[in-house]
């Protein structure tokens, strides 16, 4: 594994949240783009190192498209709806 991988997995549990974007987290340690592959390396290294989590791609309806870079998640939670996701990621009604 490349070691720039196992430095953003480790970005990624410093966050310390229930649900990582790895795009964010990415970003935010100045990384505009992953590679299809890389991003599947990391998402999964995640899981491995932390198997309470999974993996999960946040898009707007089954029909919408969208790279693992820009949807990837790992994710403690499990909603049934989106309402439940939006309560708990502390969104109002009309948001």
Do not use: C
Not at 25 to 46: C, E, P, S, T, W
Not at 54 to 66: E, F, V, Y
């Amino acid at each position: 594994m490349q070691e720039w991988k196992v430095r953003l997995v480790e970005k990624m549990e410093e966050t310390g949240l229930r649900e990582i974007a790895l795009r964010e987290v990415a970003n935010a340690n100045g990384i505009n783009h992953i590679k299809r592959q890389d991003a599947l390396d990391i998402l999964k290294l995640f899981v491995k190192r932390n198997p309470t989590y999974r993996t999960a791609l946040m898009i707007s309806s089954p029909n919408a498209k969208g790279s693992i870079f820009t949807t990837g998640v790992v994710t403690e939670l499990q909603y049934e709806t989106e309402e439940e996701w939006r309560k708990e990621m502390g969104f109002t009604q009309g948001e």
